[in-house]
């Protein structure tokens, strides 16, 4: 049974850097065709794809937010990290963590596995 | 940037009823759109990929179709645990559509 969680901090101040840790069980960041990625969703709004992290690891990022993500995996901790600079408030969002299993040309797979989610709140 | 526009953004519905969401992207996605189901407080989940492709799990009155621009979910007799809000994601950028809610 593939689990994922998120946990980090839950309020940051502007200008901080959020670092996130999704901690996941069920598969391994070993193993051929497997990837991890990470989504967020303001209250009340879409969801947002942000970053994702494979087996191999490939690192793609969202275009509009890449110059301030990094994504990094730690296949031994079953960990893979989000860091994400210079917060501001538009940045509150419920952060996701979701496995993807590659099996299409390009990567596009959907995510279908999802963790619980961890709101956090961008104040000063 | 691709755009997914979903219609309606809302609907009302009945236990028992056809319902049907349409996603268009702004250009063409061939079939790597997926639907997802959000419930209030929960994240969301995976119902079908590839455009059509049921994710294990779910039941079978969930049904996807189209490809290219145009890409339609269909929820063919409503259920109570069914009102949700729907979101669909195109596999090429990630891009999420604004979501349609269904509501009573």
């Known amino acids: 049974q593939i689990t994922l969680k998120e946990s980090g901090p839950t309020l940051v101040k502007p200008t901080q850097t959020l670092t996130l840790t999704c901690t996941f069980s069920g598969f391994s960041l070993r193993n051929i065709g497997v990837g991890v990625g990470w989504i967020r969703q303001p209250p009340g709004k879409a969801p947002e794809w942000l970053a994702v992290i494979y087996w191999d690891d490939d690192k793609r990022y969202s275009p509009s937010l890449k110059s301030r993500l990094t994504v990094t995996k730690d296949a031994s901790k079953n960990q893979v990290a989000l860091r994400m600079t210079n917060m501001d408030p538009v940045d509150t969002a419920t952060y996701y963590c979701?496995?993807?299993?590659?099996?299409?040309?390009?990567?596009?797979?959907?995510?279908?596995?999802w963790g619980q989610g961890t709101m956090v709140t961008v104040s000063s | 940037d691709i755009q997914m526009t979903q219609s309606p953004s809302s609907l009302s519905a009945s236990v028992g009823d056809r319902v049907t969401i349409t996603c268009r992207a702004s250009?063409?996605?061939?079939?790597?759109l997926n639907w997802y189901q959000q419930i209030p407080g929960k994240a969301p989940r995976l119902l079908i990929y590839t455009a059509s492709t049921l994710q294990s799990g779910v039941p079978s009155r969930f049904r996807g179709s189209g490809s290219g621009t145009d890409f339609t979910l269909t929820i063919s007799s409503l259920q109570p645990e069914d009102f949700a809000t729907y979101y669909c994601q195109q596999s090429y950028s990630q891009t999420f559509g604004q979501g349609t809610k269904v509501e009573i």
């Open positions: 250009q063409g996605i061939s079939n790597y």
């Open positions: 979701a496995h993807r299993r590659v099996t299409t040309a390009g990567r596009r797979d959907a995510f279908d596995i």
